[in-house]
T-cell receptor
Framework: NAGVMQNPRHLVRRRGQEARLRCSPM?????VYWYRQLPEEGLKFMVY????????ESGMPKERFSAEFPKEGPSILRIQQVVRGDSAAYFC??????????????FGEGSWLTVV | KQEVTQIPAALSVPEGENLVLNCSFT??????LQWFRQDPGKGLTSLLL?????REQTSGRLNASLDKSSGRSTLYIAASQPGDSATYLC???????????FGAGTQVVVTP
């Protein structure tokens, strides 16, 4: 059973370009979460999605950032018109049905975005 | 707003010593608390999950306790090994199952 797969692992973008980060959850998992780890800072929650629904986007910056989890295919975190402050590690996590006893959340290896 | 604090920020011990990592949180109304390990440039590996109704969890050399009333959790690692060197993160879920508030982590170095 493959883990949470993120790609690309490393991405370099020039200021003003778009960055697209993809996340395939573990098989059987229907909940996806995105987190951001800025340099010298802790992990911060960004958004929680289920298939075709955004459940909680309270941690998403108001502009330039969007996320989706379509019926088919991976979840995508999209950053438009990137700025240097967007340089960070972006982690995706997945879990099975909420509230199932004993379930845990699994993280991917992360996507490291560098804006030059 | 939930705040999670980890003490100490860094810890260096000789191989064989026991490790004690502390985590405190301000809002006791939690779904669960999870301890993670993060190696440099890598993702997070879940170590132990403690649900709100539980007081401790054990896995091999690892034991984690949870005291919701005092807002504390402690991770014990017995007989530390150089391979235990990593950053250990405490995370608390309050709103929903996978939405965590993370502590800043404790960076552990175990010297041979």
């Amino acid at each position: 059973n493959a883990g949470v797969m993120q790609n690309p692992r490393h991405l370099v973008r020039r200021r003003g370009q778009e960055a697209r980060l993809r996340c395939s959850p573990m098989k059987g998992h229907s909940h996806v979460y995105w987190y951001r780890q800025l340099p010298e800072e802790g992990l911060k929650f960004m958004v929680y999605l289920q298939k075709e629904n955004i459940i909680d986007e309270s941690g998403m910056p108001k502009e330039r950032f969007s996320a989706e989890f379509p019926k088919e295919g991976p979840s995508i975190l999209r950053i438009q018109q990137v700025v240097r402050g967007d340089s960070a590690a972006y982690f995706c996590a997945s879990s099975p049905k909420e509230g199932t006893p004993g379930n845990t959340i699994y993280f991917g290896e992360g996507s490291w975005l560098t804006v030059v | 707003k939930q705040e999670v604090t980890q003490i100490p920020a860094a810890l260096s011990v000789p191989e064989g010593e026991n490790l004690v990592l502390n985590c405190s949180f301000t809002d006791s109304a939690i779904y669960n608390l999870q301890w993670f390990r993060q190696d440099p440039g890598k993702g997070l590996t879940s170590l132990l999950l403690i649900q709100s109704s539980q007081r401790e969890q054990t896995s091999g050399r690892l034991n984690a306790s949870l005291d919701k009333s005092s807002g504390r959790s402690t991770l014990y690692i017995a007989a530390s090994q150089p391979g235990d060197s990593a950053t250990y993160l405490c995370a608390v879920s309050t709103d929903s199952w996978g939405k965590f508030q993370f502590g800043a982590g404790t960076q552990v170095v175990v010297t041979p």
